[in-house]
């Protein structure tokens, strides 16, 4: 066995792993540690000495597959049954499957997360099983003969989000979700369509033959291997274009609908809105038709919240339930959200026209017919920034979930401001109050939503209601972001602290950070890093390759570590001659005080 090419591809080291053929190898997240795995035996290996760090004989490991998990503390192997599981710190058995009279050999995958790992074999019989060998779901519908008739082993591959998982067999790839082992659908290559194999001849219908799969980093395409098919390599990508286009069908209409049905209106209101709001003499009231925008607006975000989710799933590679799925969520959304409108509605008059006895004091209806011409621009401005994030991905260009939350970050602070200047041109009304007369509003509805939400859940759970297949199947997810009040709130927020909406991410979705930055309170919330600390607690001013030694790391990631504990203000370093010492910070402020 030989490791680590040097310079111009020179063999630098060499040894022998186990007296059986090596058919499993995996590096470990520290980049430190190989693990080797032999038939019935696994041994781990410190990369850079070649020294043995545990070797494990008759282990459950039938030798030709092996992970390790995210976190470096347990690998899985393929076994009959599969996986099995040990504690890579201590070499103990954590799990091994207890069927032992069969060929039902499996690889194993862990997913991004650490938490699960699939194992399937060659005829797609596919299993998930939590980090201490739990079952989560197993399907064993093998794409020929039997499950436990094979031997050979198939890699699954977990999607980036961890929802999907891709099962190479010979009928195509399976795609299941991950969650609950639905299968969603199989990719088959059409190898009739090409020549015949130089080794088999002609291939029948159906015969795919995939041997491997691999998500892409940006879960937009699956690529496979086949064995013995022409070509045998093959990229499938995910049909996201289509779900663009109907996302930015939608949000076009918003873009140029509103400007067509106010007319002049639509501008006028945003240059001059006492004028526009003012009644006419013997003419309509111009603030009524401003609860139809506030009824608009309801319906629109509630619409707009499933086209982004939607949208979400499809771009992340997540599972996308059914049509009445979404029908329900829409219609449980609209029901938690009606009357949290009304309370924000109340919130906005009393902040923006605050005191009963205040002369001309607008009352409640009219209220919220100011609120209605309001969210105009609001609506404007964020199906603009929504328009915008769908066309560039329809286009092939990512922005990603910071760009993504820029874009809406900046249109719902101009949609904000514009919103309050339309609320300043109602009678009685102040650019100042009604700025704060919004921002109260959409923090008054947003708790409202989420009190009514959990009164919901509390007496679903209490009177034991029966809830329909797809709701068990795909959970409740309902959005906040409903009516003028929330759209204010959120898209202010957005603005002030740097906070936006982000299209993929996970029920209650308002809101989410817009750059994941370290708070210092984190930073050593990493074991790791807290490692990296104990050593240097323990011996002030060690030098970089002392501490390399000391921990179990490459230096590549005691770097970075390095760098993070010192710009967080944990460590200092100073230059010592040609090394470069690390202190805590206690122990320099100690130094300097004696």
Request: hydrophobic residues 50%.
């Amino acid at each position: 066995m030989g490791l680590r090419l040097h310079g111009g591809g020179f063999l630098e080291r060499s040894w022998e792993a186990h007296s059986r053929e090596v058919g499993g190898l995996a590096w470990a997240p520290n980049g430190t540690w190989l693990a080797t795995a032999a038939n019935a035996r696994f041994a781990i290996w410190e990369a850079g000495t070649g020294v043995l760090v545990r070797r494990v004989l008759n282990a459950s490991v039938w030798g030709e597959a092996a992970d390790w998990s995210p976190d470096g503390h347990y690998l899985a192997f393929d076994a009959v049954g599969g996986p099995s599981i040990y504690d890579a710190i201590t070499g103990e058995p954590v799990y091994i499957d207890p069927s032992k009279e069969t060929l039902d050999v499996r690889g194993p995958a862990w997913s991004h997360a650490g938490d699960r790992i699939a194992s399937s074999n060659l005829v797609g019989c596919t299993r998930v099983v939590t980090r201490d060998g739990t079952s989560v779901w197993s399907y064993d519908m093998p794409s020929s003969g039997s499950c436990d008739d094979t031997w050979f082993t198939r890699r699954p591959s977990w999607s980036p989000s961890d929802d999907l998982l891709a099962v190479p067999t010979s009928p195509g790839i399976r795609v299941f979700d991950a969650a609950t082992g639905t299968l969603l659908r199989v990719l088959a290559f059409p190898v009739g369509d090409y020549g015949p194999s130089t080794v088999i001849g002609n291939y029948a219908p159906g015969d795919s033959r995939d041997i491997d799969v691999e998500w892409s980093p940006i879960a937009d395409a699956l690529a496979s291997t086949g064995s013995m098919s022409n070509p045998s390599l093959r990229l499938w990508g995910l049909p996201h274009r289509t779900a663009g286009l109907w996302g930015l069908a939608f949000e076009a209409v918003l873009i140029g609908g509103l400007p067509v049905v106010l007319g002049r209106e639509f501008f006028g209101i945003l240059r001059e809105p006492a004028r526009v709001l003012a009644r006419r003499e013997n003419g309509p009231d111009p603030i009524a038709r401003g609860g139809v925008w506030l009824a608009f607006a309801f319906l629109v975000a509630a619409f707009q919240s499933s086209v982004l989710d939607v949208f979400g799933r499809i771009y992340g590679a997540k599972v996308v339930p059914p049509a009445g799925w979404f029908a329900a969520m829409l219609i449980l959304s609209i029901a938690i959200a009606a009357p949290a409108v009304l309370v924000g509605v109340w919130a906005f008059r009393a902040v923006g026209w605050p005191g009963q006895e205040m002369p001309g004091r607008p009352g409640i209806k009219t209220v919220a017919r100011i609120l209605g011409w309001s969210l105009v621009p609001v609506l404007w401005t964020a199906a603009v920034a929504f328009g915008i994030a769908m066309g560039l991905a329809t286009a092939g260009v990512r922005p990603g979930t910071e760009g993504s939350s820029v874009v809406v970050a900046l249109a719902g602070g101009l949609g904000f401001l514009l919103g309050s200047r339309v609320a300043s041109g109602a009678p009685r009304a102040s650019s100042i109050r009604s700025a704060a007369g919004l921002i109260a509003s959409g923090a008054v509805s947003i708790l409202a939503s989420l009190g009514v939400f959990f009164l919901i859940v509390f007496g679903v759970v209490a009177i034991h209601v029966p809830l329909p297949d797809p709701l068990l199947v795909y959970g409740i997810q309902v959005d906040f972001g409903f009516g003028l009040a929330p759209w204010i709130a959120a898209t202010l927020t957005l603005l002030v602290f740097g906070v936006g909406f982000v299209l993929v991410s996970s029920p209650p979705r308002f809101l989410l950070p817009l750059f994941a930055r370290l708070r210092r309170q984190d930073v050593l919330d990493l074991k790791s890093r807290r490692s990296v600390m104990d050593v240097l607690r323990a011996q002030p001013g060690i030098h970089f390759r002392e501490l390399l030694r000391a921990l179990p790391m490459g230096s590549g990631s005691l770097h970075y570590h390095l760098s993070v504990l010192e710009k967080e203000g944990f460590i200092v370093a100073r230059r010592d001659g040609i090394y470069r010492r690390f202190f805590p910070v206690s122990a320099t402020s100690t130094a300097k005080t004696s």
